[in-house]
């Protein structure tokens, strides 16, 4: 637990429709709490298919309560995109993360998590372990 | 030695390569790619130029993580944090000298190429922009003209590779066959050095 505070959630995807829709998806499966900081931040500035590193910036922004922020991407410019800025050092806020997990499945876990108040390696972790389940 | 001058030459000289070969990078993204690497790269480079312009940077490594802050806010693809990347970190690299040798700028341009390999996991033999940026780094100790003909020459041994990073590798033996565009774009960058050395 961390103060009561919640970590955020960012969900990078090259499609503003899926960033948004797995938001919604994640929020609903969560349940009743729904107080988890999420933001979607899909497709390019300019509304196509890729990634915006400013959309990224301000997500991360608006769902900083303290606690950290779980960034989940999904393919190719996303990722890097999301690591550039880690690299960058003052794009994203301090205890930002990029979770190494599958985008939907773990976006779902991580706001999940995030809804019991868990710090955020917790929330890291149980993204992470989306990975673990099968499909065959 | 390289002053800033000579690195906003160089920006300039990469935005023209840019704007002349986009419609060819683009071409060669579409049968293993997403069709976008030269407009992506337009985009890119029209806001150097613009920042450039703007902000006015006065030292070799100023004008280099300015002009790399740039591709990685405005590209919108992979090639955008990449390029970003490899000139933040050899602007980082130089740090604040107002003129450095062509031995120093070799030095954080390997630094650059490092850090880029970091962040896509790209090795040599990937059919990735590291395929043209490895080699160049190397000769670029010779001079730019070698750095060049490096670089072209490993851009266009990318062609038989089978692409492992990337949406080409997707594609799997389907990618054997197309020069990589990243290695490509990558070969104009490199040119452009010996472009603003001759000015």
């Known amino acids: 637990m961390s103060d009561g505070k919640l970590v955020g959630i960012v969900l990078v995807s090259h499609s503003a429709e899926v960033a948004a829709s797995v938001a919604g998806l994640a929020k609903g499966l969560a349940g009743g709490d729904v107080s988890v900081p999420i933001a979607p931040a899909g497709g390019t500035a300019a509304g196509g298919f890729g990634t915006s590193s400013e959309l990224v910036s301000a997500a991360a922004a608006s769902v900083d309560r303290g606690a950290g922020v779980a960034v989940l991407a999904d393919l190719g410019s996303a990722v890097l995109t999301v690591k550039a800025l880690l690299a960058e050092g003052d794009e994203l806020p301090d205890g930002t993360r990029l979770v190494d997990a599958p985008f939907v499945e773990g976006a779902v876990a991580a706001v999940v998590t995030a809804a019991t108040g868990a710090d955020l390696a917790a929330v890291e972790a149980a993204a992470a372990e989306a990975y673990a389940y099968r499909k065959e | ?199």
């Open chain 2, 1 to 199: 030695m390289l002053d800033a001058d000579f690195f906003r030459r160089w920006m300039t000289a990469c935005a023209a390569s840019v704007e002349r070969e986009a419609d060819r990078l683009t071409a060669l993204d579409s049968p293993i790619g997403d069709a976008d690497h030269g407009t992506n790269l337009q985009r890119g480079f029209r806001a150097v130029t613009a920042a450039l312009e703007r902000e006015a940077p006065t030292t070799p490594g100023a004008v280099l993580t300015l002009a790399g802050r740039q591709l990685i806010s405005s590209v919108g693809g992979a090639s955008g944090p990449l390029y970003g990347t490899l000139l933040r970190r050899t602007g980082k690299a130089l740090g604040d000298a107002a003129e450095v040798s062509e031995e120093q700028l070799a030095e954080a341009l390997r630094a650059g190429v490092d850090a880029v390999r970091a962040l896509g996991g790209a090795a040599p033999g990937d059919k990735t922009m590291v395929d043209a940026l490895v080699p160049a780094v190397e000769a670029l100790s010779t001079s730019f003209a070698a750095a060049k003909d490096a670089a072209d020459e490993g851009a266009i041994a990318t062609t038989p590779m089978l692409a492992r990073k990337g949406r080409a590798s997707y594609l799997g033996e389907r990618s054997v066959g197309h020069q990589d565009p990243g290695a490509t774009s990558s070969a104009l960058i490199v040119a452009a050095l010996e472009e603003a050395d001759g000015e």
